[in-house]
């Protein structure tokens, strides 16, 4: 089992960047794929980001490619979103995700463990 914590959200004026963290507790990290989700009000949980457990691989929803960046850094249990050229459709609360599935990283119900979120605000 593994717990998540979000981190790193906050209001930013659009053009602007925040960088997302997610620690993970326990020893099996590695052992994850990991993704980034994000909420806005009244909308469905949509897939940002994901990223495979050696790092090898990332995917991105076609809304933040080239403008978002998932890594992640094992030794450190944590999982990052570089986000840059923010606009005000970023606004979301943004969630990390665990997977051990091998197939449809980009499918939030795959997923087994969630964080409780962290709230990014862009304004115009």
């Known amino acids: 089992q593994v717990q998540l914590v979000e981190s790193g959200g906050g209001l930013v004026q659009a053009g602007g960047s925040l960088r997302l963290s997610c620690a993970a507790s326990?020893?099996?990290?590695?052992?994850?794929?990991m993704g980034w989700f994000r909420q806005a009000p009244g909308k469905e949980r949509d897939f940002v980001a994901a990223?495979?457990?050696?790092?090898?691989?990332?995917y991105y929803s076609g809304s933040v490619k080239g403008r978002f960046t998932i890594s992640r850094d094992n030794a450190k249990n944590t999982v990052y979103l570089q986000m840059n050229n923010l606009n005000p459709e970023d606004t979301a609360d943004y969630y990390c995700?665990?997977?051990?599935?091998?197939?449809?990283?980009?499918?939030?119900?795959?997923?087994?463990?969630w964080g409780q979120g962290t709230q990014v605000t862009v304004s115009s």
């Open positions: 995700a665990a997977t051990g599935a091998v197939y449809g990283l980009s499918l939030a119900p795959n997923y087994n463990y």
């Open positions: 326990g020893r099996t990290f590695s052992t994850y794929h």
């Open positions: 990223i495979t457990r050696s790092g090898s691989s990332t």
